[in-house]
């Protein structure tokens, strides 16, 4: 780690769910790592009154509790802990900022050193254009090479909102300075995407229309909405999974060979793509989109409740549990190529993945080939539950007749490297505090991708769906899912393949 000058990280909401879920587990393993820059200082601002040793113990326990690494030990928390402080802070009100510019001031005296200042806005997104207005007021946003602003999903309730929301970052900070987070682009296996597809040149030779029949881009989880329901009610899952972590999945499978691995470079390529999406015609929706909701019922052997009955949910809801799209790249090398993306809770399994599926062979010869072709080659890049990669492919069956049998061949991140994989949020915090932001959306992608899905949001906003609740828990979603890829002659994955 450079570390330069050593950062300050100051952690708006540093009291709320995503600091103790993911922020200081992540720090907390990038120091145990080595990868904390040197000196560091986390300073947690939030309303309620707090003081230093309070919110330690606060973030020891959350460490414990949601750290990969569990309990961490006293000794490498007391280390830790020297670095964090509190400071009780209301966004809204403008003299806490002079008392912020005053702590900035009084940090960099006695390390006798300017250091990166991170402004990271785990705050809700109503808050984000009066902090970063404030920020600025105290001249806190100058020295573009050493400051940051971070800001979470969801950037934007639709294009108009993310608009707003972008200028005001804007009129602040250069975009260099803006760090947007889609934590799917930490993980591992995503960043693993570049490397299977141009660090082998077996991959990218057949990487394209003549080769691959489609792509299936899949986003499952299990869970519910839990506690969230205020939040997904205005959300969904096109606007809370697709607009963002599956479009992301599919610039990272579509895009074109960068140059160089220039954070502008790819951001670039990953753009092209973004300019390729096919528009989607708002009379062509029944045959590009499917929404679901799912019903009430059993999930391995548990009782669990219909969307419509979840807390701070509306009894005759709208809102869509299961989003499927059916997406088009019109350029050279993915013409005429279907990418299904999909997402949605309380389905199957907790399941992410990119599914390559080749073309079936021309001509079978073998004898007893049957199947073959319902079971073509697809390669798998699998980011959840396991990470890592598997091929599956045409094998002959041992014995003395000449059987084909669908098998895989099986590269896994654990067991190849026999270690454990950073979290997302790790490998982005240091990316961030390192000032790289190649794995942050930029913000014309941003904009791309609601611009792409708004004929989608608007049709679904404006037309109730009829037949919500549609989907059993514990089912891959509701049937127009099916439909949507059986119209093209083809088929999800079915449950019976996941393992
Ligand atoms: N939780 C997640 O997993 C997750 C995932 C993706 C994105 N996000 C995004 O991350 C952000 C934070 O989410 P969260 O789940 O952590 O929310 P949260 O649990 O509700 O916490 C909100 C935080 O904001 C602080 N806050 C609210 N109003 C404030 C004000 N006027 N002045 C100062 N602090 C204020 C709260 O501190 P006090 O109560 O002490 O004032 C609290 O620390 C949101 O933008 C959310 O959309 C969260």
Redesign the pocket.
Known sequence: MTGRGGVVFVL????????A??ILPALFNLKLDGQLPEPFVLLG????PLDDGVLAAHYREAVGRHSRRGEPAQADWDAFAVALRYLS????EPQDYARLAELLESQARAWNTLPDVVFY?????S?FATAVQYLAAQGLHRERARVRVVV???LGYDLESFLAINAELCRHFHEGQIFRIDHFLGKETVQNVLALRFANPIFEPIWNRNYVDHVAITVAEREGIGERGG?YERTGALRDMVQNHLIQLLCLTAMEPPVSYAPEEIRSRKMDVMNALRRIEPHTIHQVAARGQYRGGWLGGDRVQAYREEQDVAPGSHTETFAAVRAFVDNWRWQGVPFYLRSGKRLAADLSEIAIRFRSVPHCFFPGCVGLNAAPAQLVVRIKPDQGVRLHFAAKEPGYCMCLKPVQMRFNYREAFGTDVPAAYETLLRDLMEGDPTLFMRADQVEAAWRWLMPLVDFWTHNPPPDFPNYNPGSWGPEAADLLVAADGRAWLSPGEVG
């Open positions: 708006f909401g540093a009291t709320g769910s995503l600091a879920r993911k601002l939030g309303r309620r802070f209301d966004v809204q806005l785990a705050v809700p997104p808050l979470e999903k969801p939040y």
